[in-house]
T-cell receptor
Framework: GESVGLHLPTLSVQEGDNSIINCAYS??????FIWYKQESGKGPQFIID?????DKRQGQRVTVLLNKTVKHLSLQIAATQPGDSAVYFC????????????FGTGTQLKVEL | NAGVTQTPKFQVLKTGQSMTLQCAQD?????MYWYRQDPGMGLRLIYY???????DKGEVPNGYNVSRLNKREFSLRLESAAPSQTSVYFC????????????FGQGTRLTVV
């Protein structure tokens, strides 16, 4: 049978629609929460971050929402384009001490034409 | 600028062999990281280094050692490779402090047979 954890959660959206990628985090010690994008065959790339004392931050076509009460982070992509197809990782940075930067398991975003 | 350079890009090892993965950055960054990426498991932090001369264990350090040789270089050593260490390994660096943007290398695909 299929093993749990071997497949990434997948989100399929139509080109031009808005995408919402969700992330539940466990480490409340993070000073910043972050989103990275990984295209096939490449290393991850930074998209946007949000400080832990904020609840919303907007960038170019992207918005990150943070709900610390339920430990939930989301990334909204407006007017999704084919170039947005990638794996998206949420993560957290603890700025004190060793500067620990950790990531979650990722979500595969597929943009359908 | 080359950014973050990892060598080698591909490697096949036999169980029990040792090897060192090399990582170098030319951005004068303080913090450096080693991650492994397995299907469905996301990016897991192996070791990290906040500055030259300091290293810390991440989420999955067993079976690995690291050396922060100088500010530019951060190597990852497998003393006795096991099939469970088959993975794609990524090195990353960031300025440090409150800057959350990390730059990743292209990855090393390691297979242990």
């Amino acid at each position: 049978g299929e093993s749990v954890g071997l497949h990434l959660p997948t989100l399929s959206v139509q080109e031009g629609d808005n995408s919402i990628i969700n992330c539940a985090y466990s480490n409340s010690a993070s000073d910043y929460f972050i989103w990275y994008k990984q295209e096939s065959g490449k290393g991850p790339q930074f998209i946007i971050d949000i400080r832990s004392n904020m609840d919303k931050r907007q960038g170019q076509r992207v918005t990150v929402l943070l709900n610390k009460t339920v430990k939930h982070l989301s990334l909204q992509i407006a007017a999704t384009q084919p170039g947005d197809s990638a794996v998206y990782f949420c993560g957290g940075l603890i700025t004190g001490g060793g500067n620990k930067l950790t990531f979650g398991t990722g979500t595969q975003l597929k943009v359908e034409l | 600028n080359a950014g973050v350079t990892q060598t080698p890009k591909f490697q096949v090892l036999k169980t029990g062999q040792s090897m060192t993965l090399q990582c170098a950055q030319d951005m004068n960054h303080n913090s450096m990281y080693w991650y492994r990426q397995d299907p469905g498991m996301g990016l897991r932090l192996i070791y990290y280094s906040a500055s030259e001369g300091t290293t810390d264990k991440g989420e999955v350090p067993n079976g690995y050692n690291v050396s922060r040789l100088n500010k530019r270089e951060f190597s990852l050593r497998l003393e006795s490779a096991a099939p469970s260490q088959t993975s794609v390994y990524f090195c990353a660096s960031r300025t440090g402090g409150l800057n959350t943007e990390a730059f990743f290398g292209q990855g090393t695909r390691l297979t242990v047979v």
